[in-house]
C-alpha cells in the first residue's frame, strides 16, 4: 500500500513537472560536447568555447554544433555553402541563455545585436530565454537592437560576418 501511494506521487510530481515546464519534455543537447567537435561554418573547435556553442538538430542525422548564433544562423540560411542538402529540415535549434547558460530553444529565444559583448568570432548575436532579459541587456551593454529569431536575415548575418577568415577563404 504504501509503495503503491508513493508511486502515484511521483507519478503526480513527473506530470506536475512536464505542464509547467516545457523544456522537461525536451531537455536540450548533451552539455558536453565532444572535443573532436568542430563548426562546420568556420572549422572552430567548439568545445573550446562552451558558453557560446549552438546545435542545430536535423530531421536526420547527427546534431551539428556552431561556435555561436552567428555561424548557426550563417548554415541555417545556406547549408549547401557549407556543405549539406537545403532539403533538410531543422528539427530543433538550441542556443544558450546568456545569463543563465541554460539550453533554450533558439527560435524563442529573443537576441540583442550591436552590443559591447563579442563572441568567439567576434560580432554576435546575443540570445536571451525573455524579452525582460534582453532588454535589460541591450541598456546594460549598448545593444542596437532586439530581435525574435524569424527577424533575423542571412543579409544582418551577412553584415557580421564581413570581414572574417572562414575555412581558409574570406567572406564578403
Known amino acids: 500500500m504504501k509503495s503503491h501511494i508513493l508511486s502515484i506521487c511521483g507519478l503526480a510530481l513527473l506530470l506536475i513537472g512536464i505542464f509547467l515546464s516545457p523544456q522537461a519534455v525536451s531537455a536540450g543537447p548533451p552539455e558536453k560536447v565532444e572535443s573532436t567537435e568542430r563548426c562546420p561554418v568556420c572549422g572552430m573547435f567548439v568545445a573550446k ?74 560580432k554576435e548575436f546575443i540570445p536571451f530565454s525573455t524579452q525582460e532579459s534582453a532588454e535589460n541587456f541591450l541598456k546594460d551593454h549598448h545593444g542596437k537592437k532586439v530581435l525574435l529569431f524569424h527577424e533575423i536575415t542571412s543579409e544582418m548575418v551577412e553584415s557580421m560576418r564581413s570581414g572574417h577568415k572562414m575555412k581558409g577563404h574570406m567572406k564578403k
Open 49 to 122: 568555447y562552451p558558453n557560446w556553442v549552438t546545435q542545430i538538430q536535423y530531421t536526420e542525422g547527427h546534431p551539428k554544433y556552431f561556435d555561436g548564433v552567428k555561424d548557426l544562423m550563417a548554415h541555417f540560411f545556406s547549408p549547401a555553402a557549407y556543405g549539406f542538402t537545403p532539403e533538410l529540415l531543422a528539427k530543433e535549434i538550441w542556443v544558450k541563455d546568456y545569463y543563465s547558460l541554460k539550453w533554450i530553444d533558439g527560435r524563442s529565444a529573443v537576441y540583442v545585436t550591436g552590443s559591447d559583448v563579442f563572441g568567439p568570432m567576434g
